[in-house]
């Protein structure tokens, strides 16, 4: 056993002022998602109990198996928009009858559970890990179709949705639809392209045009149950497979439906693991809260990988790059973390060549991230940084290996590219609250503006007002920094959440858990032109 020793003392000052700032950002990170819990707030949810309904996330609880876990997802989706946070939808991954799903519920207190941009993009991600991981997909809807007002953002695009669905169900991915209410216009080709289809009695309404549409439409009168209630498309359109009594019924049979997909993991679970020889609590003291000071990612590494066990490869190489393989619930896996921050010419070369290797061993890779970026200057430039950098982007965009991401502290410039960032398709991404992710630092960003600005006055002849580049500065700062922040960022869909850190090897195991629901085999060759 190669046990990775730990150099944090918890009682120090330097841990207890990390662990300080990093709890305060848990506290601010707790307020946002009680929000989305709140979903449309406490009229809308007083109403909706009222008419005797669940809650999307009662639902969820209750079609999952019994105390098994639920991976919620972009929870922040919407934050910092015009819309609600958490977009009216919630999706996730959890557990129904011993088969891992992606599951996505409609928030109807939200706006009658209207989708806007956010819930848009929300549920295209949610496709696409159920494609990318061969996830069986429930969807429970509830929805008021698309948020009219913003119905320019999404009509277009959201045909999506549903041509998602069918490509999920061409693949050999089982799509099912549990319909609680309101499923009109578009929202009715989702029961229409699903696999399997319920409905609860009294309570789907499922047609392309409610009664007064089709009055303007025809002059014919009719009612919402003749036109799409769950008793008439049971037994007369044949659109609903499942006639179910109430909600409860509807969440049985829907675990019926999953217990009878015949539905298979590409890889066997690897049964229990090892737990880290270190307290993964003191994950809280290892960040510091200013990113310029460096730390030791391995100190996280002892904190999240089987038995702290962690193999090492050129340690004495790149050392900027801490590159090595482990275990992670199990699995295995190759981690490359990045230690001082700034990407040189040798760690791009041992990316590239670690990446190959594992690759070659069929082994997923997990990217830990702190970094400023590729180092820039004269004699880099010289060595080929630009070469080497490009090395590590061809080894990480054409890895066939699923990859996972986490953003631990600073993920800026192409250093986020090399690191597998959102661009690069990572299975999974998740940010600490610590993380900061932008095309640059904001000083550097602000100064550089400033720079160019500079130039231009002096190329124009033109005085340089001092005085106006502080204050543009000190804006740009601001403005650069409020942008890399991780609710910002998770607003956007850059990651799929952002996660206490003390959570990071839960989470990391059910993503593994999940990425194993597919087959997958590494790139034996299939790279771009590696420059040498
Ligand atoms: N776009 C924007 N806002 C919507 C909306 C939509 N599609 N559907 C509902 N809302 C809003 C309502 O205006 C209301 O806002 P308010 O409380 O600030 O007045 C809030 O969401 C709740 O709607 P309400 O009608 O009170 O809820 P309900 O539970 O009784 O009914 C629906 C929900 C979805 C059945 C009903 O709102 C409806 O029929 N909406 C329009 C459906 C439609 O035709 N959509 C277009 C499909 S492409």
Known sequence: MTVLQTALDPTGPDHR????????????????????????????????RARGKLLARERIELLLDPDTPFLELSPLAAWGSDHPVGASLVTGIGVVEGVECLITANDPT?????????????????????????????????SGGADLPSQKEIFIPGGAIFRDLTRLSAAGIPTIAVVFGNSTAGGAYVPGMSDHVIMVKERAKVFLGGPPLVKMATGEESDDESLGGA???????????????????ALRQARRVVARLNHRKAHPDPG?????????????GVVPDDLKTPFDPREVIARIVDGSDFDE?????????????????????????NAQGVLFSAES????????????????LLFLHNTTGYMVGKEYEQGGIIKHGAMMINAVSNSRVPHLSVLMGASYGAGHYGM?????????????????SAVMGPQQLAGVLSIVARQSAAAKGQPYDEDADAALRAMVEQQIESESLPLFLSGRLYDDGVIDPRDTRTVLGLCLSAVHSAPYEGARGGFGVFRM
Not at 21 to 46: I, N, Q
Not at 234 to 249: F, I, M, Q, W, Y
Not at 323 to 331: E, P
């Open 349 to 364: 070369q041992k990316a590239a060549q670690f990446i190959q290797l594992a690759n070659q061993r069929d082994i997923p």
């Open 110 to 142: 939200v706006r009658g559970g209207a989708s806007n941009p956010w819930s848009l993009k929300k549920a295209l991600r949610a496709n696409d890990i159920a494609l990318a991981n061969r996830l069986p997909c429930i969807s429970l809807v509830e």
């Open 272 to 284: 229990p693991a090892q737990p880290p020889a270190h307290d993964p609590e003191e994950l809280l």
């Open 17 to 48: 002022a990390h662990r300080a700032a990093m709890l305060a950002k848990l506290a601010e990170l707790e307020a946002e998602h009680a929000k989305a819990l709140a979903g449309g707030g406490e009229k809308y949810v007083r109403r909706h």
């Open 420 to 436: 597998c960032g959102r661009a690069y398709d990572p299975r999974f991404l998740f940010a600490w609250p610590s993380a900061k």
């Open 231 to 249: 008793e008439m498309h049971a037994r007369v359109s044949g659109l609903a497979d499942h006639l179910a009594a109430d909600e409860p019924d």
């Open 313 to 337: 490869f050129k340690p004495l190489y790149g050392t900027s790059l801490v590159t090595g393989w482990a275990a992670l619930h199990g699995y295995p896996v190759g981690i490359l973390a």
